[in-house]
DNA sequence: CTGTTAGCGCTTTCAC
DNA sequence: GTGAAAGCGCTAACAG
């Protein structure tokens, strides 16, 4: 027999109407009354039925928060702020984990099964189908994308060609002329744009330095640490192999640094190694890496829905690149 | 104007109750109106609004997820699990952060607001503390905790006391006597119990094996490999630094690894690592640890929760300790 | 500023 | 096996 909101008002000598407008604070609630009806509330332990509330209210308080991992540190992370972010305002953060990229045999993502349960959406990349964000537009809530772009939806991101070519550009500056790419799957089912974007950046500037990479300097991982390293192998055993590594990410790199060690390589010496995302341990690594803002990304796309939720519609068009920064450490050196 | 039961009920011919037993499986409807009303939903793209549900049924389909960390790996692995296998059944997983331990600026977590919100709950460790497991209790919701036990609620977790002998034996038994321990943090305020329990295991083996280490070779650590370095570059310029040590994480075993290559020690010829988990990278890295089975126990405390809720009552008291295994990899040797 | 009155969309007795 | 009707606890007009 939980407290009901007639029990408030009850001890508070005022009608259930007004207790549910002093509680959420609305502003045509006396200073007196606010203060009563408060007190009564606290007095007997009430808390309001989020189901109630929202069958009433049609607004459910929640975000759905849609990524295809939860466990890799990228995802984790912006998970985390958003969810701080959420919480801050009072919002839950419903998790919504959709079918990896690469795995053919999960049920696919049902937007549908969202319908009323959410006010709002974050996206993590990689992006929905085509299909699954028709159907998640259907739903007519605000959403923001982090990690992608997509006209008509507003998006927190970082500018993944730029990362490419500044990372290539650094490499280039130290003096590499051979230098290798590692990121991208080929199996992705949903056309995951950064790894393309970054390998388009190094390639970029490796034509922009007179340098034409042959094609088996553009190696294939999944963002792992263990497929990184098999790519590492792989170009370690090219007749002419790279004298510098740029991963897609740091986990990649991580990868690459194992599999140079254990080829009796130094780095930065015989390899340099530079990454993307200045994972938590890079810097105990010392890993040289692109920075990006992964945690602000996860706020700000919050911030985002819900500022588009309370109504601001000057919002609802923004599409922000975030910046990112080179952290030069100690894995990149000029060639020996 | 999303379709409500009504239509359901009017195209299938049926009243809005048998809809609603039929869409929910309930056995007292004939084969035929279940069809019928199967289809007649499914044409019209029905989805049950989740609040109206869940005031008349007094059951969210949701379970609380708390946990004071989201992006360490442990913690993200875990919630992975959980999210998994709640959505293999149609329940939503609402992700809830609570104050890290050790930051008091957090606002604490007040477990009244859950009230009526979740059908359960799934508690990661650090435990909560007296008063917050106390206000926990009184959702009367059935829960379990992941990382640690406590009476009265059920748990699935790892021995960390073996964890700790296993990994100082598998040192001693290599024939190191000066075997330190990095984990424990001075700063928790959650009484996180399991580095205390494996550095009770070290400690345990140590004298075991006729070692009495000194008070300088336990040192702490956050569980990041920042902490992991800083502790073991203290105990490198010990006048008699150890030849090995144990870490309480893969995460801290990176930092002392790092800090052994910064020092000029190679590993495992001039000190040798043992750590816990089997972090994802931890085999590109080499790493011997001691791996505990993470997804598995998120998998196994959601299932627990969600046979309770069914009604499972038999299994309402189970303590579940998962196994733990030594994975001898390339960072323990014999002491030189 | 506050009270009254309808629902929100579903589940659940209780009949039949 | 199925229907009718009564709420679940709250918010949203609409008055005053």
């Not at 993944?160 to 199996?187: F, V």
């Not at 497929?227 to 991963?247: H, I, W």
């Amino acid at each position: 027999m939980p407290v009901r909101i007639e029990d408030v008002a009850r001890v508070a000598g005022v009608s259930t109407a007004t207790v549910s407008r002093a509680l959420r604070g609305l502003p045509s609630v006396s200073p007196d009354t606010q203060a009563a009806v408060r007190r009564a509330a606290s007095d007997l332990g009430y808390v309001v039925s989020r189901s109630a509330s929202s069958l009433a209210g049609g607004k459910t308080q929640t975000i759905g928060v849609v990524t295809p991992y939860i466990s890799r540190w990228y995802y984790a992370t912006v998970i985390d702020a958003v969810e701080r972010e959420l919480r801050r305002v009072g919002y839950d953060a419903l998790l919504v984990g959709v079918g990896e990229p690469k795995t053919a045999d999960v049920e696919p993502f049902r937007p549908e099964i969202l319908r009323g349960r959410v006010d709002g959406l974050v996206i993590l990349t990689a992006p929905l189908t085509g299909q699954e964000m028709d159907d998640v537009r259907r739903l007519t809530v605000p959403m923001a994308l982090v990690g992608a772009g997509a006209s008509g939806t507003m998006s927190v991101r970082v500018d993944d060609l730029s990362i490419g070519r500044t990372a290539a550009e650094h490499l280039i500056g130290l003096g590499h002329r051979k230098i290798a790419y590692i990121g991208g799957d080929p199996d992705d089912r949903r056309n995951f744009a950064a790894p393309l974007d970054r390998r388009a950046g190094w390639l970029s500037a490796m034509r922009h330095a007179g340098i034409d990479p042959p094609s088996s300097y553009a190696e294939m991982s999944d963002f792992t640490a263990a497929t990184g390293q098999e790519a590492t192998e792989r170009l370690l055993s090219l007749t002419e192999p790279p004298t510098a590594v740029f991963a897609a990410s740091d986990d990649i790199a991580f990868g690459v640094l194992c599999a140079a060690r254990s080829a009796g390589l130094a780095v930065p010496g015989d390899l340099s190694v530079i990454g993307v995302d200045d994972h938590d341990i890079s810097e105990t690594m010392g890993l040289t890496t692109i920075a990006q803002p992964v945690a602000a990304q996860g706020r700000l796309a919050a911030e985002l829905v819900l500022a588009v939720i309370r109504g601001d519609v000057s919002r609802r068009h923004e599409h922000v690149v975030m910046p990112t920064r080179l952290v030069d450490r100690l894995t990149t050196a000029p060639p020996s």
